[in-house]
């Protein structure tokens, strides 16, 4: 009978034996007794029937254990109650006398069946257990020993050899399940997989290949398999495949690895990547095995990558500034073309291990070793600082000494560089030369800070420098000195010879104040002609600097083959823990300057707390000049100017009073000085001068009978010098309609010489339009004859101070002789001022002066009062 006819599977077990011996037995013992008994013609006794009935049931039982082995399942405990079944159905069968049937070959079959069904520790158990029944029932049969002997050695030798065959199925068969799950694994894994699996013969014919091929080349495994398709190389890459194959194939147990492009079904290029192994000595295998895998992304990538890579590093290469990185010791790691040739090296590997006191030292010009050192040292710090705390530093300038050029500058950052774990694992820098911009930004701020023309420090670098000094005045115990020098009539320099001379004089006095000067002194220009010194001396060592710099400037002077001579009033003033800002310091010395203009100039003069409340009232007193003429402070008054010859009133000067509320009554001596010098004196002047013209209108029209009289206005240096002057002047007389021959202008010496070619045009124009004009304060002056005489003046008044000086000064008589022969030679009319005392207005008179003014005769008046005057005709006592 054929296996297969049996209802076995693919592979036979121990269980599809004995499922096949048992029906076997069963059914042959079954026809053996009954055959015995028809043969026979016995009659069964009661044993047997439940014998050959218990046969009949083991049969039925076995056979549907054949023909439904999966429904009918038997454990270990109903395989020996069958077993004991059998055992009792031979037995019985044995034991009835009238049956022939022997036990011996049912027991050996018995041996032979069981041992298949259950484990060997039991199968043996089974056995020895048949061997013991036989014997035991041949003795009580009464056989003879040699007879069921040979049959007990049989039955044991069946016995062990079923159970030998047993343990072999068994081996057997869970080798061949592990086989197929082996199988199985591996075919779960070539098909999981997206690696290409292949075997092929020493004849590249493939033996097999997985369904990831399809997926990778486009063709299909039958394809393959079948050889309809050979796979085609990329000719760049043909040629050294087939070399690595053909190695691979006559050389035992080598391996080989293989980049290449193959041509997809659809015709594009796949890059390939493929391990081979020689296993044809492997009788398992007996081929070439070879693991391909499909690269074309990861080589995308990689040339991606290549290509950002060399994008990357010509960005690195072509950066001006100069890029590198460093690990967490300092040694350098990457590093782009311009730091290699900055400090010599062809290529990024010759510099990378180096540190950055390597390269400082390699490169550093001689005799710049230690300077070297300490900047390399110094950067070392600032890459441990980055490593050590992970915060960049940033906009850090350095001044290098990487070559023979000293002047460097470069603008480094430095940033951490992190790893996975986000720990720094090392510094990113980027150094920039800045070296131009630098140097830009330096004489920008040189020029910001310095003179254009002189080269000094200008007053915003002075304020810096003084507030540098009074933050650290705590600290320092060594006095500051400041002078203040100012150049007296400087500006006239300029407008005799032009601004270009001017320009070259200063140069030339700053030539030789620096001279004067020790190199720790801070030499400023304050301002157009104002030079200010910081020195760190006392104040008797100030005062011997200025007088060496009195000296030195008042020297004759000599540009472009001009000589001219320039002098200059200096302030000294000592910083004070008074003195909280620089504004305050240099306020002391400038007042202190204006005390030396005020003491006849070309002289130094040392600030004291006196001057300072005069130089504050002065600052206090402009702020109020301001707002005086809109608060109706300025008032009028006149002094009468008186013949001395008979007594009449002649005329009036104007004068100006000013009542303050905070100040009182204030002298002209005292804000005269500060109107001029703030220019309030153009709007107060022709304030003054429109006053006049509307009083003496009034008094035409009221006195229309009294005797020709004329009003002085006082007209300073600045009103004249106003360009608008004229139109403004000749707008008042529009507005008030008064006749101009009654109103003497009058200018002091000083003004008219301070630029004469304009004063005579002037002058000329205000005589045109019917003005009388004075020259005040003659004799006080620098007045030139050569242009008095072009003068169109009317009358000279003589200065109080020769007046008053009569009788103890007899210089001072023969200047008052001299005005008046002058005067008389000119054909100009003479006034006398300040006239006290009856004596002086009897030698006055005397001397050929007969119109006189001053307290002899009367004080200023009011309006109301010199209009009394006029009305009543007053004589005053002259005779």
């Known amino acids: 009978m054929r296996l297969s006819s049996l209802r076995l599977a693919g592979v036979v077990t121990r269980e599809e034996i004995f499922r096949v011996a048992s029906v076997c037995l069963y059914i042959t013992l079954l026809l053996h007794a009954v055959l015995a008994a028809f043969v026979n013609k016995v009659m069964l006794s009661d044993l047997s029937v439940v014998a050959v009935s218990v046969l009949v049931v083991l049969f039925f039982n076995a056979l549907a254990r054949y023909v439904w082995p999966d429904a009918v399942i038997y454990g270990r405990g109903r395989l020996l109650l069958e077993w004991s079944a059998a055992i009792f159905v031979i037995t019985s069968l044995a034991l009835q006398q009238?049956?022939?049937?022997?036990?011996?070959?049912?027991?050996?079959?018995?041996?032979?069946?069981?041992?298949?069904?259950?484990?060997?520790?039991?199968?043996?158990?089974?056995?020895?257990?048949?061997?013991?029944?036989?014997?035991?029932?041949?003795?009580?049969?009464?056989?003879?020993l040699v007879d069921w002997l040979p049959q007990l050695f049989a039955t044991a030798f069946v016995g062990?050899?079923?159970?030998?065959?047993?343990?072999?199925?068994?081996?057997?068969?869970?080798?061949?399940?592990?086989?197929?799950?082996?199988?199985?694994?591996?075919?779960?894994?070539?098909?999981?997989?997206?690696?290409?699996?292949?075997?092929?013969?020493?004849?590249?014919?493939?033996?097999f290949v997985n369904q990831a091929l399809q997926e990778i080349v486009g063709f299909s495994q039958k394809e393959i398999e079948a050889n309809m398709i050979r796979p085609e190389f990329h000719p760049e890459d043909k040629e050294a495949h087939r070399r690595k194959l053909r190695y691979l194939r006559d050389t035992p147990h080598s391996s080989i690895f293989s980049r290449h492009?193959?041509?997809?079904?659809?015709?594009?290029?796949?890059?390939?990547?493929?391990?081979?192994?020689?296993?044809?000595?492997?009788?398992?295998?007996?081929?070439?095995?070879?693991?391909?895998?499909?690269?074309?992304?990861?080589?995308?990538?990689?040339?991606?990558?290549?290509?950002?890579?060399?994008?990357?590093?010509?960005?690195?290469?072509?950066?001006?500034?100069?890029?590198?990185?460093?690990?967490?010791?300092?040694?350098?790691?990457?590093?782009?073309?311009?730091?290699?040739?900055?400090?010599?090296?062809?290529?990024?590997?010759?510099?990378?291990?180096?540190?950055?006191?390597?390269?400082?030292?390699?490169?550093?010009?001689?005799?710049?070793?230690?300077?070297?050192?300490?900047?390399?040292?110094?950067?070392?710090?600032?890459?441990?600082?980055?490593?050590?705390?992970?915060?960049?530093?940033?906009?850090?300038?350095?001044?290098?000494?990487?070559d023979n050029d000293m002047r460097s500058w470069h603008r480094v950052n430095k940033y951490p560089l992190r790893d996975a774990?986000?720990?720094?694992?090392?510094?990113?820098?980027?150094?920039?030369?800045?070296?131009?911009?630098?140097?830009?930004?330096?004489r920008l701020q040189h020029q910001a800070l310095h003179d254009p023309l002189t080269g000094l420090p200008n007053r915003r670098y002075l304020l810096k420098t003084i507030a540098d000094v009074i933050a650290q005045a705590n600290e320092a115990s060594n006095q500051l000195a400041m002078l203040f020098c100012d150049l007296d009539f400087f500006k006239s320099v300029n407008d005799t010879h032009g601004h270009d001379f001017g320009d070259k004089c200063l140069m030339e006095i700053t030539r030789r104040i620096l001279a004067e000067l020790p190199t720790d002194d801070f030499v400023a220009r304050f301002g157009g002609n104002e030079f200010v010194i910081l020195s760190t001396a006392s104040i008797d060592e100030a005062k011997t600097k200025a007088e060496a710099l009195l000296q030195a400037v008042s020297q004759q002077?000599?540009?472009?083959?001009?000589?001219?001579?320039?002098?200059?009033?200096?302030?000294?003033?000592?910083?004070?823990?008074?003195?909280?800002?620089?504004?305050?310091?240099?306020?002391?010395?400038?007042?202190?300057?204006?005390?030396?203009?005020?003491?006849?100039?070309?002289?130094?003069?040392?600030?004291?707390?006196?001057?300072?409340?005069?130089s504050t009232k002065r600052a206090q007193m402009d702020v109020a000049l301001r707002f005086a003429l809109e608060r109706d402070e300025l008032t009028l008054v006149y002094q009468p100017k008186v013949s001395i010859l008979n007594g009449a009133v002649k005329g009036f000067e104007l004068l100006l009073r000013w009542n303050n509320p905070q100040y009182g009554a204030i002298p002209p001596m005292e804000f005269i000085p500060v109107a001029e010098s703030s220019g309030l004196v153009v709007p107060i002047g022709l304030w003054v001068l429109e006053e006049a013209c509307k009083q003496l209108c009034r008094w035409q029209s009221d006195y229309i009978e009294m005797t020709p009289f004329t009003i002085a206005v006082n007209v300073s240096m600045r009103q004249l010098l106003q360009s608008t002057f004229l139109n403004d002047v000749k707008d008042i007389l529009d507005r008030t309609g008064v006749n101009p021959n009654a109103i003497e202008l009058e200018l002091t010496e000083t003004s008219a010489m301070a630029n004469p070619v304009q004063t005579i045009e002037t002058l000329t124009v205000l005589k045109e339009l019917g003005f009388r004009l004075a020259l005040d304060d003659f004799g006080t002056g620098y007045s030139s004859l050569s242009y008095l005489h072009r003068l169109p003046i009317d009358v000279l008044k003589i200065d109080k101070t020769f007046v008053q000086g009569l009788d103890k000064n007899p210089s001072d008589a023969e200047i008052v002789r001299l005005i008046l022969a002058l005067a008389q030679t000119l054909n100009l009319d003479t006034v006398a001022e300040g006239v006290e005392t009856r004596e002086d207005m009897l030698k006055l008179k005397k001397m050929g002066c007969y119109l006189a003014q001053g307290f002899a005769f009367s004080p200023p008046l009011p309006a109301h009062a010199a209009a009394e005057l006029l009305r009543t005709s007053q004589h005053f006592q002259v005779a």
């Open 98 to 144: 009238s049956m022939p049937a022997q036990p011996l070959p049912w027991l050996i079959g018995l041996a032979g069946v069981f041992p298949l069904s259950v484990e060997a520790p039991l199968a043996l158990g089974l056995l020895l257990a048949v061997a013991l029944i036989e014997a035991t029932l041949n003795i009580m049969l009464g056989t003879q």
């Open 160 to 207: 062990l050899c079923a159970l030998f065959l047993a343990n072999a199925l068994a081996s057997n068969a869970n080798a061949i399940q592990q086989a197929h799950f082996n199988q199985r694994r591996f075919d779960a894994i070539a098909r999981a997989t997206r690696h290409v699996f292949l075997i092929a013969d020493a004849g590249f014919h493939i033996k």
């Open 261 to 402: 492009r193959c041509k997809h079904k659809d015709g594009h290029w796949v890059w390939l990547e493929t391990r081979g192994h020689n296993m044809l000595h492997d009788d398992a295998i007996n081929g070439l095995v070879f693991s391909i895998e499909d690269i074309s992304a990861r080589k995308g990538a990689e040339i991606k990558l290549e290509e950002e890579h060399a994008l990357l590093r010509a960005v690195l290469d072509l950066n001006p500034s100069m890029i590198y990185a460093t690990d967490r010791q300092g040694r350098f790691t990457i590093s782009n073309l311009t730091f290699q040739r900055r400090f010599g090296y062809a290529s990024e590997r010759a510099m990378r291990g180096k540190t950055i006191s390597d390269v400082f030292l390699a490169t550093a010009p001689k005799g710049t070793d230690r300077s070297a050192r300490e900047l390399a040292e110094r950067l070392y710090r600032q890459d441990l600082q980055v490593v050590q705390n992970g915060v960049p530093l940033e906009d850090q300038e350095i001044q290098c000494a990487w």
């Open 421 to 442: 774990h986000g720990q720094t694992v090392g510094v990113l820098c980027i150094s920039r030369d800045i070296t131009d911009r630098k140097e830009y930004e330096m």
């Open 557 to 614: 002077l000599t540009v472009d083959d001009t000589v001219v001579k320039i002098q200059t009033s200096i302030g000294i003033a000592l910083l004070e823990p008074e003195h909280k800002n620089p504004s305050e310091l240099i306020r002391d010395a400038d007042a202190a300057m204006y005390q030396a203009k005020e003491r006849g100039r070309n002289r130094a003069e040392v600030f004291d707390a006196s001057l300072q409340l005069y």
